[in-house]
C-alpha cells in the first residue's frame, strides 16, 4: 500500500474524536514521519514505552506502526489506560500486545524489538537518564523519543496562559524540552545519534489552548493522575462518548465533505511546506522535536 493510501486509511477516522484540527494535524504529520521511519529503518517489530495519550486518545499513537506492517506492543504501568487503549484497536481491527510494566526495569527482555519509542513522555520524568537506560536496553536497533518544543515560538504563550488561570504548568520539565538534553544523554550511554529533526509543523504556534478548553471542558472527562516512578503524568482522557465514536467507526461509511477539505489541506501543507522547511527553522516552529539513535555497543 502506499504512503498515502496508509495515512489517508487512518485519517478519515480522527475527525470522529473531536479532538480538534491542532491534534489532527499532529497525528497526520507523525503518521507521515513513521511511515518513512520504518521503510528507511526497516523496523518489523515496535514498544511504545510508555505509550502515553498526550494530547489525544490514550495508545492511538503507535496504530500508524501496525497499519505500516510492524508488529506492536503497547506498554504502560497503568492497567487502566491499556485496557482502553485495547478497546481503541480492536475496534479498527488491529492487534498489539499491551503489557503492564514500569519504564524502568521493565519486563522485556534484552534486545526485543527494532525500535522503541515514545511521544512527549521524556520531559515528565524525574529520572530520564535511567528511561533512556531501559530503551536502549531493550531495542535490537534504534530509539527514538519525541519532545515538546521549549524553543517554540507559541510556548511563552502557553505558559502565561497557565498564569493567568492560576493553573501549575502541566507539560513537563523545561530542561528536557531541549534536543541538546536529549543528546547529551545520548552521547553519555555511547549509543549513535542516528537522526536529529521535528515533526508537526502547522500554521500555528504551539499555545495547546482550544476555544472549546477555554470555554468548557463538557466534551472531555479528566479521570486520575496517577504518579509511577516519580514520574506524575499529565491526566489520561477519556472521552464521554467513546462508545459512540467506536460506534462510528465500526459503521464508518464516507467521510464528510468538511473533513475531506480539511484532509487535503493538510496534505498541501505538508507537502509545500513542513517537509521543505530545513531544521533551523523547524526548530522554532514545529511543536515535536526528535531524536533516533542507535544502539549502543556494550
Not at 499532529?26 to 526497516?42: D, G, I, M, S, W
Not at 519509542?117 to 531495542?139: A, G, K, Q, S
Not at 462508545?243 to 477539505?261: A, H, L, Q, Y
Amino acid at each position: 500500500m502506499e504512503t498515502n493510501d496508509i495515512i489517508q486509511d487512518l485519517q478519515k477516522y480522527y475527525p470522529l474524536f473531536s479532538e480538534g484540527y491542532g491534534t489532527e494535524y499532529e497525528r497526520f504529520a507523525l503518521n507521515k514521519f513513521v511511515v518513512r521511519t520504518v521503510e528507511k529503518y526497516h523496523i518489523s517489530s515496535v514498544l511504545e514505552m510508555p505509550a502515553n495519550g498526550v494530547m489525544g486518545i490514550p495508545g492511538l499513537k503507535s496504530m500508524i506502526f501496525a497499519k505500516a506492517g510492524c508488529d506492536v506492543t503497547v506498554s504502560h504501568p497503568s492497567r487502566e489506560f491499556l485496557d482502553d487503549a485495547k478497546k481503541m484497536w480492536d475496534c479498527f481491527g488491529f492487534d498489539a500486545e499491551f503489557v503492564q510494566s514500569p519504564w524502568t526495569h521493565s519486563v522485556f527482555p534484552d534486545n526485543s524489538f527494532d525500535l522503541v519509542w515514545n511521544f512527549c513522555v521524556y520531559e515528565h520524568f524525574d529520572n530520564p537518564r535511567e528511561v533512556i537506560r531501559e530503551m536502549l536496553r531493550v531495542t535490537r536497533k534504534n530509539i527514538l523519543l519525541e519532545i515538546q518544543n521549549v524553543h517554540n515560538i507559541g510556548l511563552p504563550i502557553h505558559h502565561m496562559y497557565h498564569v493567568m488561570r492560576n493553573e501549575p504548568w502541566d507539560h513537563g520539565d523545561m530542561h528536557s524540552m531541549d534536543l541538546s538534553n536529549l543528546n547529551g544523554v545520548i552521547a553519555e550511554f555511547q549509543a549513535v545519534l542516528v537522526e536529529t529533526g521535528a515533526t508537526d509543523m502547522p500554521p500555528w504556534p504551539d499555545i495547546n489552548i482550544g476555544l472549546k478548553e477555554m470555554l468548557s471542558r463538557k466534551h472531555k472527562e479528566e479521570i486520575s493522575r496517577p504518579t509511577y516512578e516519580g514520574c506524575e503524568l499529565r491526566p489520561l482522557v477519556r472521552l464521554k462518548n467513546r462508545d459512540t465514536v467506536i460506534s462510528e467507526i465500526r459503521n464508518f461509511k464516507k467521510p464528510r465533505c468538511k473533513d475531506e477539505i480539511v484532509y487535503a489541506m493538510f496534505r498541501f501543507w505538508h507537502y509545500c511546506l513542513e517537509s521543505t522547511t530545513p531544521f533551523v527553522l523547524k526548530r522554532y516552529i514545529a511543536h515535536h522535536p526528535y531524536i533516533i539513535a542507535g544502539k549502543y555497543d556494550r
